[in-house]
């Protein structure tokens, strides 16, 4: 089979890890007998600096064209001017936003043998696995008004929280639809104590619960749930939250895998369905590490585990995702680990050779 993919490498240490997840791609293509056409585009920094703009029209027209995108990271020091009118991140936002990807899946899952290379206790990080599902285009970083000004008094900013019912629907509909193939437990992320826009979450996630009598659904304020992803985080299996509180609790949610390198993520503009291609991007959580870029340091792993999710969702090649999920463990039980997952008595490489190991592994 033959499939498009468009690559947007970004900024930092992104061109570095998806240049692994490529020579993986590649090894998958040889042994299951695929065609991956990579095109490649520029979003973030490296498009500030060649067009002006973090995300150039041909860069959408590109994706719209290809059947998933694959995309490194994006910022850093260089574009970091508060005073900036246009920043990396803007292409990001933008891209979510044009692309309808409004579901962004982040699994957790601590690999058996990396129990001793976390910084928390064995016994708490030990079987965890659960997925996070994070509403990606409204809330706080597209809300509107956003703005700031001077005022007699002083500078002053605002930035809006707004959610419309319809928003809320979709993405607990995802939270609702995956859960009934997990352990069929949803928890509902909110702060409906003090903020409207969670009143109305908490209210429209009820309407839907009634559609799936067969999921366990609970509410849980975000301070409650950083509180227990740390205190009980087996307690977990599908979490949906908004924007802002999908980003920072998966970032603490990361610690529990062992590292941000761990962490691979989807963003979709459907519900997935075992078996249908769903168009989508794939990128890993972690940020652009400017300063480990092209030093060989930083960890594939996140965006090879997040291309095994594009094989999935946007190919329907089941097996062939879990032939590099197998790869990757298969790294790590060999006893390979990169900077940020490294432990005493284990061999210590760097992003090319993490990569090749594991694109040896589906070789073999």
Known sequence: MKFKIAVLPGDGVGPDVVMEAQRVLDEVAKRFGHSFEYSTGHIGGAAIDKTGEALPGATLALCR??????????????????????????????????????????????????????????????????????????????????????????????????????????????????????????TSVDKANV???????????AEVHANYPDVELENMLVDACAMRLIQKPTYFDVVVTENTFGDILTDEASMLAGSMGMLPSASLAEVPRAGVKSFGMYEPIHGSAPKRAGLNMANPIATILTSAMMLRYSMALE?????????????????????????????KVGTWEMGDVIARAIEA
């Open 65 to 186: 064209k290809s059947d998933a995108v694959l995309l490194g990271a994006v910022g850093g020091p260089k574009w970091d001017d508060p005073r900036a009118k246009v920043r990396p991140e803007d292409g990001l936002l933008a891209i979510r936003k044009e692309l309808g990807l409004f579901a962004n899946l982040r699994p957790v899952k601590m690999f058996k043998v990396l129990e001793d290379s976390t910084s928390l206790k064995p016994e708490v990080v030990r079987n965890v696995d659960m997925l996070v599902i994070r509403e990606l285009t409204g809330g706080l970083y597209f809300g509107k008004p956003k703005k700031r000004w001077t005022t007699a008094g002083g500078r002053r900013a605002v930035d809006s929280m707004s959610y419309t019912e319809q928003e809320i629907e979709r993405i607990v509909r995802v939270g609702f639809e995956l859960a009934m193939a997990r352990r069929r437990k949803l």
């Open 319 to 347: 097996a062939e995702a879990q032939a590099v999920e197998k790869a990757v463990l298969d790294a790590l039980v060999a006893g390979y680990r990169t900077y940020d997952i490294m432990e005493d008595g284990k061999t």
């Open 195 to 205: 903020l409207e826009s969670s009143r109305l979450w908490r209210t429209v996630a």
